[in-house]
């Protein structure tokens, strides 16, 4: 009875030996060599980036090699190689996130590579591209698509040609196409600046400011509120006096839906007549 416990009690203690060596080999195996601060940031377009590379050996490196890929696809215009040697860790590394990363899921590889070539470690950070509603607005063109007025479309096909453009001055034009209307209300008015108020990330509303040709000494303030402001659509609402038409107010909310289309090469400004003759004095977009 004894030798059989004395057994068991053997086989138990080599079994627990066995269990700790290989749980300390996996603890090696799975140790992290090269070492990111985080495994994810985000950033804005245009916006620099950063995350902290450390090494747990630095001598068994010789350099790091940095590649990106945006929705699996390898950028094969990106490639950056680390001298180790030259290197301070933790190290930090910057990196500017473009337009072009707004297109998919940006990872960012960094391989760790000994004096042969041979891989050591790896480690991804995954770059979340935060796109706000004042790039998206600047980004694109955008054209009329829907106008209503008390439940009713009033947007007609002379209106539904007409491009605006933001600009990152502060200014904002119009090229209004090739149909203009019966009384080509678009060449009355020399399109000048505009205002937003709320942040980047959430455009509360915009200040459409512009001066008639018949009194350029006097602004026209339009307040717009952004009702919705994603992917190619831009939804507007303004209050406007349509107290001269029977049944509406002088409070009148009209909603207007614009859908953008990419910058093209072929807007123009005031198209078929002299820019020129619309510059008005007063006008100083980024000072209203």
Request: net charge negative; glycine share 4%.
């Amino acid at each position: 009875m004894k030798s059989k416990t004395l057994s068991m009690l053997i086989l138990s203690c080599f079994s627990f030996i066995l269990l700790n060596t290989s749980c300390n080999n996996n603890d090696e195996h799975d140790a992290q060599l090269l070492i990111l601060s985080t495994t994810k940031v985000t950033a804005k377009i245009n916006e620099e980036f950063s995350v902290d590379i450390t090494l747990s050996n630095k001598e068994s490196f010789h350099n790091i090699l940095v590649e990106k890929t945006i929705s699996g696809k390898k950028i094969e215009s990106y490639h950056k190689t680390l001298n180790v040697a030259e290197m301070q860790f933790p190290y930090t590394f910057k990196e500017e996130v473009v337009p072009e990363d707004e297109t998919g899921v940006v990872v960012y590889s960094f391989y760790g590579m000994t004096a042969s070539g041979s891989q050591l470690d790896a480690s991804d950070v995954i770059v979340s591209v935060n796109i706000t509603q004042l790039y998206r607005l600047l980004k694109y063109d955008w054209k009329l698509a829907s106008q209503i007025i008390q439940k009713e479309e009033y947007a007609e096909a002379y209106m539904k040609d007409d491009v605006y453009r933001f600009n990152e001055d502060w200014s904002w034009e119009l090229d209004w196409g090739t149909t203009l209307s019966a009384s080509a209300l678009e060449t009355l008015d020399s399109y000048c600046g505009w205002k937003m108020i709320g942040t980047d990330e959430k455009i509360d509303s915009i200040y459409m400011i512009k001066y008639n040709i018949f009194s350029p000494a006097n602004a026209v303030v339009t307040k717009y509120k952004v009702m919705s402001l994603q992917d190619e659509e831009l939804i507007l609402e303004s209050r406007q006096d349509l107290s001269f038409l029977p049944g509406f107010s002088n409070q009148e909310p009209i909603q207007e839906t614009y859908i953008a289309e990419p910058k093209s090469a072929d807007f123009k400004p005031y198209r078929g007549s002299d820019p020129n003759s619309y510059k008005v004095e007063a006008c100083k977009p980024g000072t209203y």
